[in-house]
């Protein structure tokens, strides 16, 4: 099919929204805003408040309130963000000292040290590890002392320096890779078996992506979405916890920090953001039922008020 929708200046969306569409705002702030953020990037926020099968909005939609979720979504990101980070730091930490250790140094040489990745997918692997390495060394002052005290023996750096200049879909592929002991190791650290955290890391690695991108995460459906650990009955009973909204992701986040970062205030920040919201849009993100009585989240509830409309 072909596109045929005409280019639109800030005012003619404006107008479009509107006059045409049914938004309640003020067409200069209304204008501003579309200069400031795009189109597309404001109707994530906006789609919700449409009449279903239809481009209209619902009676009483205000841009204010359009605007008020960009807000929120904006700094939601950033908190779970200092959650991934922490995850991310954990996970590079803890390959670079178990392969290190069982491994050698220097044990991402050898493919067979590697062997749950195909000669193809180790390949790529090491020719994005050089890729990385080599951007690394022009500005980073640990990998350019490396290169310049020991580049004429090693082309590429220790675990310990590797880890730390990989991206984090890298880190997720090496753990991927590495040997089946390794990966128990660090999945039974975590409390939890390696299948679920082979898919706990594609979950983290894929809403890291959504946070560098500045994408819309509040109401999100991921597309690698975590699995849930039947076996703990925590997870299950009173309230089962599902994956398919931001709060089976959310949850995850909080079962890993439990162990990575006990004594972290993460959870009241975000119980916090999350009780300033209505009813309905806590039930977007998947909070819905008697979650609070789910006990991954019930004993950080005591002393949060919640001031939800």
């Given at each position: ?103 050698g140094p220097f044990g991402f040489l050898d493919r067979g040290k590697l062997p749950r990745l195909s000669e193809k997918r180790y390949g790529h692997f090491i020719e994005k590890c050089h890729d990385t390495y080599g951007r690394a060394k022009r500005g980073e002052p640990f990998a350019k002392h490396f290169h310049n005290k020991y580049g004429d023996h090693h082309d590429l750096p220790p675990y310990w320096i590797l880890v730390n200049v990989m991206d984090f879909g890298m880190v997720v592929a090496l753990y991927k890779g590495s040997p089946v002991l390794v990966r128990k190791q660090i999945a039974h ?121």
């Amino acid at each position: 099919m072909e596109y045929t929708k005409p280019f639109l200046t800030f005012e003619q969306q404006a107008d479009l929204l509107m006059n045409d569409r049914g938004m309640v705002a003020d067409r200069d702030d209304l204008t501003n805003h579309l200069r400031d953020m795009g189109y597309y990037r404001l109707s994530g926020y906006w789609h919700i408040h449409k009449k279903q099968g239809s481009d209209e909005f619902q009676e009483g939609t205000t841009f204010r309130r359009v605007w008020d979720m960009y807000v929120f979504d904006r700094q939601f990101r950033l908190v779970v963000f200092d959650a991934v980070e922490r995850v991310e730091v954990y996970m590079r930490t803890q390959l670079a000292y178990i392969l290190a250790e069982q491994t050698g140094p220097f044990g991402f040489l050898d493919r067979g040290k590697l062997p749950r990745l195909s000669e193809k997918r180790y390949g790529h692997f090491i020719e994005k590890c050089h890729d990385t390495y080599g951007r690394a060394k022009r500005g980073e002052p640990f990998a350019k002392h490396f290169h310049n005290k020991y580049g004429d023996h090693h082309d590429l750096p220790p675990y310990w320096i590797l880890v730390n200049v990989m991206d984090f879909g890298m880190v997720v592929a090496l753990y991927k890779g590495s040997p089946v002991l390794v990966r128990k190791q660090i999945a039974h650290n975590l409390g939890i078996n390696t299948t679920v955290l082979d898919s706990w890391l594609l979950t983290v690695n894929t809403v890291r992506n959504i946070c560098a991108h500045h994408g819309r995460l509040w109401n999100r459906t991921i597309g690698n979405p975590p699995k849930i650990p039947r076996s703990q009955p925590k997870w299950r009973d009173p309230y089962d916890v599902k994956n398919d909204k931001m709060f089976g992701t959310l949850t995850m986040l909080s079962y890993l920090l439990e162990r990575i970062a006990p004594d972290t205030s993460w959870r009241k920040r975000l119980l916090d953001m999350m009780f300033g919201l209505t009813r309905r849009n806590q039930e977007r993100m998947g909070f819905t039922g008697e979650w609070r009585e789910c006990l991954l989240w019930k004993p950080y509830l005591s002393n949060t008020e919640s001031t939800e409309g």
